[in-house]
Nanobody, 121 residues
Framework: QVQLVESGGGLVQAGGSLRLSCAAS?????MGWFRQAPGKEREFVAT????????YYADSVKGRFTISRDNAKNAVNLQMNSLKPEGTAIYSC?????????????????WGLGTQVTVSS
C-alpha cells in the first residue's frame, strides 16, 4: 500500500480559500478526498481518475472545490474556495487500486492521517 501525507489545512474565515495537498510514497491510481466532522460520518468530497480525465464532486462542494493531480510528483490537490463553516472537518486523501474514482470510502485501499480544516463564521 502507498503511504499518503496530507498538508495545507488550517483556520480560515468563511468565504476564504485553502489548498490541500496529498503526497504519495509511490505511483497512484484514482484518488479521493473525504472529510469527517466531529460526531458525523465520513463524507465524500471529490475524486479524480488516474488520467485526470474524470472528476466528480459532492453536491455540497461542486463549483467551489477543484481536485487536481500531478502524476509526475505522485500528488493530488484540493483547491477549496468560498469555504463555509459547515466545511469544518478533518480532510483525508485516499488512494484506490483502480484507475477509476469512487464516491465510496470502502473502495479505497490507502488513507492518510488527515489534515484539520476549520472555517470560522
Amino acid at each position: 500500500q502507498v503511504q499518503l501525507v496530507e498538508s495545507g489545512g488550517g483556520l480560515v474565515q468563511a468565504g476564504g480559500s485553502l489548498r490541500l495537498s496529498c503526497a504519495a510514497s509511490g505511483s497512484i491510481n484514482a484518488m479521493g478526498w473525504f472529510r469527517q466532522a466531529p460526531g458525523k460520518e465520513r463524507e465524500f468530497v471529490a475524486t479524480i481518475s488516474r488520467s485526470a480525465t474524470s472528476t466528480y464532486y459532492a453536491d455540497s462542494v461542486k463549483g467551489r472545490f477543484t481536485i487536481s493531480r500531478d502524476n509526475a510528483k505522485n500528488a493530488v490537490n484540493l483547491q477549496m474556495n468560498s469555504l463555509k463553516p459547515e466545511g469544518t472537518a478533518i480532510y483525508s486523501c485516499a488512494a484506490r487500486g483502480l484507475a477509476r474514482g469512487s464516491v465510496r470510502w470502502d473502495e479505497y485501499d490507502s488513507w492518510g492521517l488527515g489534515t484539520q480544516v476549520t472555517v470560522s463564521s
